[in-house]
């Protein structure tokens, strides 16, 4: 008999009875180990902490032995070490530590000692983890799938090492540049209680501190209601010091010194000093409570120093509570001040303002905005997003084949890899694991043990550049399409080879049909390309199965298939009809959807604000910062030399615009789409100022100054040009102020038509002009903006500058009227960006010398991880082994609530007999991250305003009695399942 574990929460857990919220004094760690606040008094929360940058300047292995300290003087080994020494030296002390990253690296070199000394101070509270995920996440171009992957990462870690006390309960965000919607509504579905912000726009910041609202619900989700709410403070100082009162040895500030014989005897002047600037953040805020961040980056390698300075401020500042001051100093932490906070607003009936649009984009002065790095670095974006795709079948593949009780370590560096890229600042590479998928795939193509050696199966990672030596030297190989969408799809497979016919057979030993197509002259002499291959083969790979795939049999034959160019103007597959002018080269307009819209689209340049950045109308563009010299961008051309190839299952149209931009359109057979593979760089010089290209297309949409873009990939927010919609904002800017952050969207509408790109990375992206808009693409600059990185944006490789290819995809439909089959628009662009982001991912692999017939015989060739499809609106997030036997499943519903009138409906799904190799044996619900019961997670409920509460998650209910283990999902829900399985 199977045993069913079932978090049973009653579907509102809205207001609690008060007395829900008294401090548990009991609990040793959490809110009932916060220091007790004096009443009548400011309580000032001094936050001792340190900012560690996993990987940016240097690696994070440089970071963390301290090498290289000639690029920046930092070892986070010391840091932790240090701090461990200082916390016991008096109780009172506390220290928060953020990055999961860095603490596991050290916390695995410990002796036992020193983890049991450090396991105390997580006990007592004295050292908490405060966010957890294993980097601090840019919140601009990171996508949320792989957002939530690394705070589960960093959460399990917590949860395993320190149980209860080791799990976070509040945000910090304290570096990254802007702050996204989507992020808060994930951290309000962690069951984080705050989050606390460092920097933001500077004249929202000076407007919300005129008007005593840097404290906020905020509104995090237009789908999820008060579960995706959330208490968000943004900090007087972003993480710093006061100045004067940074007391590291990276820091040149006096110490306290209180030797009254001492001609630098200073405590009364520091001690007036601090008071006053705890006076002027006071004046910002509307509880009794301020938090003051005592650190910055690298901070705490020596502690002590820090420590000892701290514990004389505190004492002297709180004796001058006998001569009437109302501030009380405390050691506290970020949860212990939100705790506070809540506290104190509830005692005093203070209901909280709300906001519901982001953070996007940042300024921190009139001509600085940080919407450079948007773009900045395009091919490690692509390679971020890949890196996601391969990371996820990896996952599932390792969970369908039961490789055994812990996931093996390949998995966990591929994981860790990922956790970095999501960096703030993260520039660095990583490397591909391909051990995972490749036993993994040997075990489920195997019919019995007997026979064969394991099979290698390898990935072409530089099928971008078109070369791939697997296909370009074999005679036969066999391609294994595995397909992570829970949802059949067909894909289209694409690999440079040599030869000038091939046959392919699918698992049933059908011919398919196969086209080759000349690989376009500018990717042929690509720097770095090493290939022969001068043609692609392409064949489709129809009906993929759901968390399943199908080998097929490649074989070289004899003939000469290649395309030969037409000359036509008019091109079409069955749904899509692409007009270019024959004059020109260019597109002239797009048919789709049974609507035609006039659409060109062309490449662009802004040239880069040369500056010495010594004021703020002097500043350079570079790195993080777009700041055009001129805000009218220059045409690369205006005729573009086309050559079009016409195939049966795809038609190519290559237009080359100069000697670094090309692009290649594409239409595929009963796809109602348009590709845009575009080809840019290396850039060339241009006098002092950079060169940072983009791509626009103008439509006659009317678009009343207004786009949409996405936020991490997920919820659409609206954009209003030169608008902010919480203050009245100035722009000197007008190029730079109206970039947004594109993880994966970017569109116009009017009550006619509505027309969508989809990225393939993060890009930033705006509309400048009605019925028009532009993505970014590559950018480079010789200056620095002076924003830390100390050097241009030059990215080389191969010794020339840095060739980038990529892909938009464009989609155009009727403004909320349904499509051809029964869908909205706003449909079919979620069911692209679905596919593109998990592609079915193509592995290579040799015949063994065997036939067709032969290989069948031996081999499986086509295997479903799911017995049935998911509903179109459903797909299963995560499938990943996680502690034991267990495997973590997160199920999301993909649309919005307004977006299609069947799709955007309730869905559900039941589980019980849903996967083929194994059985679900019980499953209990979590939080976002996995590292909490559903049922465990009561969140502070801080009222608004509008009469809404935060409020803790209303669905941790799976139908009891029901064995089919029904789950029903709200549209943008995600739900999050530890399932304990038995493989038959
Ligand atoms: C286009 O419209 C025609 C007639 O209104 C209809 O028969 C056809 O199904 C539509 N096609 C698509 C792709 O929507
Ligand atoms: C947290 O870790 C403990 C072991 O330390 C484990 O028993 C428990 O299941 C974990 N909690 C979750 C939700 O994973
Ligand atoms: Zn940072």
Not at 346 to 375: C, E, I, R, V
Not at 567 to 573: F, I, P, W
Not at 843 to 870: A, C, H, P, V, W
């Amino acid at each position: 008999m199977k045993t069913f574990i079932f978090s049973l929460l009653i579907a509102s857990t809205l207001a609690q009875p008060s007395s829900r919220w008294k401090d548990d004094k009991k609990e040793k760690c959490g809110y009932g180990s916060c220091p007790v606040m004096k009443d009548g008094m400011i309580n000032v929360h001094i936050v001792p902490h340190t900012h560690d940058d996993v990987g940016w300047l240097k690696t994070v292995d440089q970071y963390y032995y301290g090498s290289r300290t000639m690029i920046q003087k930092a070892g986070v080994q010391y840091i932790l070490d240090s701090v461990t020494e200082a916390l016991k030296k008096n109780k009172d002390r506390r220290f928060i530590y953020v990055e999961t990253a860095f603490f596991w690296k050290w916390w695995t070199k410990q002796p036992d000692h020193i983890k049991h000394q450090f396991k105390q101070f997580v006990k007592s509270g004295q050292l908490e983890f405060i966010g957890g995920a294993w980097s601090m996440n840019d919140e601009a171009t990171t996508h949320y799938q792989s957002i939530i992957d690394q705070f589960a990462w960093g959460l399990r870690k917590l949860n395993e090492t320190f149980g209860e006390c080791g799990r976070p309960k509040i945000g910090w965000q304290i570096d990254p540049f802007g702050h996204s919607r989507e992020m808060a509504s994930i951290f309000a579905q962690l069951g984080f209680d705050g989050l606390l912000l460092g920097r933001i726009d500077y004249q929202d910041k000076n407007n919300r501190f005129s008007t005593k609202t840097p404290e906020v619900v905020w509104k995090a989700s237009d789908n999820l209601g008060n579960a995706a709410n959330i208490f968000t403070g943004v900090m007087y100082n972003t993480y710093s010091p006061p100045p004067g009162f940074c007391f590291d040895i990276l820091c040149a500030d006096e110490p306290i010194i209180d030797d009254k014989q001492s001609p630098d005897y200073n405590v009364d002047r520091k001690v007036d000093a601090f008071l006053d600037y705890a006076q002027s953040v006071r004046k910002r805020y509307i509880t009794d409570n301020i938090i003051i961040t005592m650190g910055d980056d690298f901070n705490y390698q020596d502690a002590n120093m820090w420590f000892a300075n701290l514990d004389k401020l505190i004492q002297y500042a709180n004796e001058r509570q006998q001569n009437g001051s109302k501030f009380n100093l405390v050691y506290s932490t970020p949860s212990c001040y939100i705790r506070a906070v809540f506290n104190d607003a509830t005692s005093k009936g203070l209901k909280w303002k709300t906001k519901s649009d982001d953070y996007f984009p940042y300024a921190s002065d009139p001509h600085t905005y940080w919407t450079g790095y948007f773009t900045s670095k395009p091919t490690i974006k692509r390679f971020e997003r890949l890196g996601n795709n391969y990371l996820q079948v990896c996952k599932q593949l390792s969970s369908l084949a039961d490789l055994g009780p812990e996931d093996p370590g390949d998995l966990n560096q591929l994981r860790e890899a990922m956790g970095v890229m999501q960096h703030h600042d993260a520039i660095t590479g990583t490397e591909k694991q391909h051990v995972v998928t490749s036993s993994a795939l040997d075990k489920l193509v195997k019919k019995s043990s007997m026979g064969y050696q394991n099979i290698s199966f390898s990935s072409c990672l530089l099928n971008n550049i078109s070369s791939c030596s697997i296909t370009e030297s074999s005679k036969s190989f066999i391609v294994t399409v595995y397909n992570p969408l829970s949802r059949p799809v067909t894909q289209f497979v694409r690999f440079p080879v040599l030869g000038e016919a091939f046959t392919v057979r699918d698992p049933e030993g059908k011919l398919v049909e196969t086209e080759l197509i000349p690989i376009a002259d500018q990717v042929i002499s690509l720097p770095g390309r090493k290939s022969e291959a001068t043609v692609d083969l392409i064949f489709r790979a129809v009906d993929l199965p759901p968390l399943g795939f199908k080998s097929y049999y490649v074989k070289r034959v004899p003939g000469n298939e290649i395309l030969k160019p037409v000359s036509k103007n008019n091109h079409e597959n069955e749904g899509v009809k692409l007009e270019i002018d024959r004059e020109t080269g260019m597109l002239a307009s797009v048919t789709m959807n049974n609507i035609t819209v006039p659409l060109s689209q062309e490449f662009l340049y802004y040239e880069g604000f040369v500056g010495d950045n010594m004021v703020f109308a002097n500043r350079s563009s570079g790195a993080y910062i777009f700041r055009p010299y001129k805000n009218e961008a220059i045409k690369v051309t205006n005729r573009a030399k086309c050559t079009v190839y016409r195939g049966d299952l795809v038609t190519e149209v290559h237009q080359v615009f100069n000697e670094w931009t090309s692009q290649i359109i594409r239409l595929y057979r009963e796809e109602t789409f348009v590709e845009f593979e575009w080809l840019v760089g290396p850039l060339p010089s241009n006098g002092p100022r950079g060169i940072e290209v983009i791509s626009r297309f103008v439509t006659n949409i009317n678009s009343d100054s207004t786009f949409y873009t996405d936020s991490n990939g997920r919820e659409m927010l609206k954009r209003v040009r030169n608008f902010r919609p919480t203050w009245k904002v100035h722009i000197e800017e007008p190029a730079s102020a109206n970039y947004y952050p594109v993880t994966s969207k970017i569109l116009i509408r009017d009550s006619e038509a509505e027309v969508a790109v989809l990225t393939d990375r993060a890009q930033g992206g705006s509309s400048l002009k009605d019925g028009e808009f532009e993505l970014m693409v590559h950018r480079n600059s010789i200056n620095d903006d002076a924003f830390g990185v100390g050097e241009n944006l030059n990215e080389t490789a191969f010794g020339e500058g840095l060739v980038v290819r990529g892909s938009h995809y464009l989609i155009i439909g009727k403004t909320s009227i349904q499509g051809c089959d029964g869908n909205s628009v706003a449909a079919a662009e979620r069911d692209l960006a679905q596919r593109k982001l998990l592609q079915s991912w193509s592995f290579l692999s040799f015949t063994q010398n065997l036939t067709f017939d032969e290989y069948k015989n031996n081999f499986i060739m086509t295997m479903s991880g799911l017995q049935r499809n998911l509903p179109k609106n459903v797909q299963i997030l995560t499938l990943e082994p996680w502690i034991g036997n267990s495997l973590l499943l997160r199920l999301e519903h993909v649309l919005e609530k307004n977006e299609d009138p069947h799709l955007s409906q309730p869905a559900s799904v039941k589980l019980q007999g849903l996967f083929s190799p194994f059985q679900i044996n019980s499953i209990k619900e979590t939080t976002l991250g996995g590292n909490q019961l559903l049922s465990d997670n009561i969140r502070l409920p801080f009222e608004t305003v509008d009469d809404n509460l935060v409020r803790s998650q209303r669905y941790a209910v799976i139908e009891v009695e029901d064995d089919e283990m029904t789950i029903n999902l709200d549209p943008m829900q995600i739900r999050t399942f530890i399932i304990d399985v038995s493989f038959s």
